[in-house]
């Protein structure tokens, strides 16, 4: 299993990024994938994540502004970020979770970065 984030960069606040995850080696359509990300000297956090049947599960303080997404064909789940400020600058991580095995794997990171 491999998962290739991409797509960060450095934005203005309400600015606008979108990021790609792409699988290789399983399908995006039967598991769970989510979007976590970490600052530095903080904690990984759970960003959104989509389940096998399309749901979509987003934390507090991105609600309204990020969209999760999937394209089955292209076995790829992004993540729409809008109006983004300076507090969601961090590395984010793609994570997928088997649901055959409850096996973890994870993407590289992909670092955003926001300015004021």
């Known amino acids: 299993v491999q998962l290739q984030a991409s797509g960060g960069g450095l934005v203005q606040a309400g600015g606008s990024l979108r990021l790609s995850c792409a699988a290789s080696?399983?399908?995006?359509?039967?598991?769970?994938v989510s979007w976590y990300r970490q600052a530095p000297g903080k904690q990984r956090e759970l960003v959104a994540a989509i389940i096998t049947n399309g749901r979509t599960n987003y934390a507090d303080f991105v609600k309204g502004r990020f969209t999760i997404s999937r394209d089955n064909g292209k076995n790829t789940v992004y993540l729409r970020m809008n109006s983004l400020k300076p507090e969601d600058a961090a590395v984010y991580y793609c994570?997928?979770?088997?649901?055959?095995?409850?096996?973890?794997?994870w993407g590289q990171g992909t670092l955003v970065t926001v300015s004021s």
């Open positions: 080696g399983i399908s995006f359509r039967s598991n769970t």
């Open positions: 994570n997928v979770l088997l649901r055959a095995t409850l096996e973890n794997y």
